[in-house]
């Protein structure tokens, strides 16, 4: 089955630096890669996705980047600001075409001011 | 739309009793799924339906039992409750029923807070 391993688990950044949490997965039938966010007493929300035909999308302060021969995949956040602060959780489907996904166990980003 | 609601928001049970956990979705997605959340362990799969009428185990399925009523709606129950079941739970819908190349966006609600002692 699909394994996703997700380093580091806690990151601590100065508001207005980069932040960049790596992902890596085992099934290289993995086509979609979503990463979500979780703020503190609410469920995790997708902020930005990627499928394997691509190798980089962005989204404003926000990007992932794949790598398809390594497996890992990556989310870059640029400029962050206290509100970015929250758990970050990267997935994988375990196969093309399943209906389900495989969490990363989550990193803690807290943005200091 | 809602999109998808969880009841209750907090639960407290001792050991051995049995309680169910609702969850529907206003979104007309057919896929919906169960999730609990440990600390350091991210969410883990505990049941998932791909379509109303199927059900199918995830990661962690023991002490656990599932209904999907219809389309909206997706119960999860616990028949005795065990200290080792404490944790967050989460339900979650799906925009696509896995179509090859289609995104796979999941909804989630915003959790029930399970404490059994």
């Known amino acids: 089955g699909e394994n996703v391993e997700q380093h580091p688990s806690t990151l601590s950044v100065q508001e207005g630096d980069s932040a960049v949490i790596k992902c890596t997965y085992s099934d290289s039938a993995s086509n979609y890669f979503p990463w979500y966010k979780q703020e503190l007493g609410k469920g995790p929300q997708l902020i930005i996705d990627?499928?394997?035909?691509?190798g980089e999308k962005k989204d404003q302060r926000i990007a992932v980047t794949l790598n398809k021969t390594a497996k890992h995949f990556s989310l870059h956040i640029t400029e962050t600001q206290p509100e970015d602060s929250a758990v970050y959780f990267c997935?994988?489907?375990?196969?093309?075409?399943?209906?389900?996904?495989?969490f990363g166990t989550g990193t803690r980003l807290t943005v200091i001011p | 739309n809602a999109g998808v609601t969880q009841t209750p928001k907090f639960q407290v049970l001792k050991t051995g009793q049995s309680m169910t956990l609702q969850c529907a979705q206003d979104?007309?997605?057919?896929?919906m799924y169960w999730y609990r959340q440990d600390p350091g362990m991210g969410l883990r799969l505990i049941y998932y339906s791909a379509s109303e009428g199927t059900t199918d185990k995830g990661e962690v399925p023991n002490g656990y039992n599932v209904s999907r009523l219809n389309k909206r709606e997706f119960s999860l129950r616990l028949e005795s409750a065990a200290p080792s079941q404490t944790s967050v739970y989460f339900c979650?819908?799906?925009?696509?029923?896995?179509?090859?190349?289609?995104?796979?966006?999941?909804?989630f609600g915003p959790g029930t807070r399970l404490t059994v002692t």
């Open positions: 979650a819908s799906f925009r696509t029923p896995g179509l090859a190349g289609v995104g796979y966006e999941q909804y």
């Open positions: 979104m007309n997605h057919n896929s």
């Open positions: 997935a994988a489907p375990p196969r093309t075409g399943a209906n389900n996904l495989f």
């Open positions: 990627i499928r394997s035909n691509v």
